[in-house]
């Protein structure tokens, strides 16, 4: 049986960025093959191809195509709601037929899949189709009514908040006075005067707390280098534009900016470019998902890279860096956001920020192509490493071979924090957030987010005070299995 090469299937299916293959029509695990026409429909759209064998790519064809493709189309009409725009198509390679469902990105979101006993969304991590959880549907559910996060009603008024870090900067970057009509010329607040969620990041105390910047200087190459981990640390909440700002002057005061002259020029040798950081870090302000609560942007410096971590991936659902960086489309998750900030010039309306970011770095004195930045993105996340072009790479292998990066790393820790707490509020649903602290190791503040994120995903509820209450796993099937040292979990 002939191989099919990839680029025969990317002649297939042409401009389509995301595909799956089936071998036949599996008929009663509909589940397995209309999760992926959910997710394509969730996402950037995507062509299931019908004749390739999934795992070996074996060209194998389709014997009767015609009847194959009407229960097909039948199936996606029965099984999907709402229906998503699709088209049916026939090729043929050699003697082999092959059908092909080429599904749009839809406009009505979330698309589900009707089972039996379940009505589930799909979304693409990666190459997988795998099952929305609360935040994604969140997510989708607000694309759906063409509504952002950060136009919805945060329920504060206008009359409530001060304004002087927008008012400020906005004259010192544009020589223009910010007026009260600006309030709602920049769509920060509706007729009523309750400010939108933009409105209410932007404001000088910003009432949603989990719009944080984490910053540390780390001592050495990783996290845990030495006797002293880090040389400085910082976390700042309020105003985007003053996360902005205290976030710059944070990587300013822990960097170099070395410097000779020449005969008739000073050349000037930053650790890291000027505009890439300010590029980064507004990238992550204005791109990071809201509605991920238990999370927040860090900012990471090591001796030879600084790390840029947002929560929240490509709005589009595809890796970054299964992408060529310098044809990715701009596409804004919260566009009142990254308006004001094109007014107050700290970034473009087209969206070049990637472009910029490589372009600046390759007109530096010390640059070759092993400074060039790195772009790593997940589903629920986005990381950006800025080489340090200051740093002797002779020493040491490229950070790439060397580092596990943090979105990967973070991803892990997090996942095992979640599936202890779950373990050992499994075993003794009253315990106390001190007795997870003790048992855990963990600050009251990093307990908190955790069982935080849990109540969001909706995995976990609170019954009664905090002091006589228990704890309730709302789906134990994804809980941990208790250990066999179940002395661990017992509180005391």
């Known amino acids: 049986m002939r191989i099919i090469k990839k680029e025969e299937i990317k002649n297939l299916i042409g401009e389509t960025t995301d ?3 089936k071998q036949m029509l599996e008929e009663k695990d509909t589940r397995s093959w209309l999760k992926s026409i959910s997710a394509f429909a969730n996402g950037v759209g995507g062509t299931l191809i019908y004749g390739i064998e999934d795992k070996t790519d074996e060209l194998v064809g389709l014997t009767d195509a015609k009847n194959t493709a009407d229960k097909i ?3 996606i009409r029965d099984r999907m709601d709402p229906v998503p725009v699709f088209e049916l198509r026939f090729e043929t390679i050699g003697d082999a037929q092959l059908i ?4 749009y990105p839809g406009s009505e979101t979330p698309y589900y899949y009707i089972g039996k006993h379940d009505r589930t969304a799909y979304y693409r991590a990666g190459n997988d189709s795998v099952p929305c959880d609360a935040i994604k549907l969140r997510e989708l559910t607000l694309k759906g009514t063409g509504k952002t996060y950060d136009s919805l009603p945060s329920g504060y008024k206008l009359s409530d908040m001060a304004f002087s870090k927008l008012k400020s900067v906005y004259y010192q970057r544009t020589q223009k006075e910010f007026t009260e009509s600006d309030y709602e010329s920049f769509g920060l607040v509706g007729a009523d005067g309750i400010l939108n969620n933009a409105g209410a990041l932007l404001a000088d105390e910003s009432p949603i707390r989990h719009s944080r910047v984490f910053c540390t200087h780390w001592n050495g190459l990783t ?3 030495g006797q002293q981990d880090a040389l400085d640390d910082a976390e700042y909440s309020g105003s985007l534009i003053s996360l902005l700002q205290e976030s710059l002057a944070f990587v300013k005061r822990n960097t170099r900016k070395a410097w000779f002259k ?13 505009r890439p950081v300010m590029e980064g870090i507004v990238n992550a302000l204005i791109h990071r998902n809201y509605l991920e609560v238990g999370s927040e942007v860090h900012i990471d410096i090591y001796d030879d890279r600084l790390e840029i971590y947002s ?5 589009d659902g595809i890796n970054v860096q299964d992408r060529d ?10 566009p009142i956001i990254a308006d004001v900030f094109q007014r107050l010039n700290y970034m473009e309306r087209r969206g070049s920020g990637f472009k910029k970011i490589i372009g600046d770095y390759k007109t530096q004195y010390n640059y070759h192509d092993e400074f060039s930045p790195i772009f790593k993105s997940q589903y629920d996340s986005f990381i950006l490493i800025l080489k340090n072009l200051n740093y002797n790479s002779k020493i040491t292998n490229r950070v790439e071979n060397r580092v596990e990066t943090r979105v990967e790393k973070k991803a892990d820790e997090m996942l095992q924090r979640y599936k202890d707490i779950k373990a050992i509020i499994r075993y003794n649903p009253r315990v106390t957030k001190r007795e997870i602290e003790e048992k855990l190791g963990l600050s009251r503040q990093k307990v908190d987010r955790a069982i935080a994120h849990l109540q969001e995903k909706g995995e976990l509820t609170r019954e009664g005070s905090d002091r006589d209450g228990k704890w309730i796993l709302i789906n134990n099937s994804t809980a941990v299995p208790v250990t066999e040292n179940r002395d661990s979990y017992k509180s005391g």
């Open 262 to 274: 020449e005969v008739d020029r000073r050349v000037e040798q930053p650790d890291y470019p000027e």
């Open 311 to 315: 929560p929240g991936g490509m709005c």
């Open 100 to 103: 092909l469902v080429e599904v």
């Open 223 to 225: 996290m845990a280098s």
């Open 19 to 21: 595909y799956d293959k």
């Open 73 to 75: 189309s039948r199936f």
């Open 325 to 334: 960086i310098m044809l990715v489309p701009s596409r804004r998750r919260n």
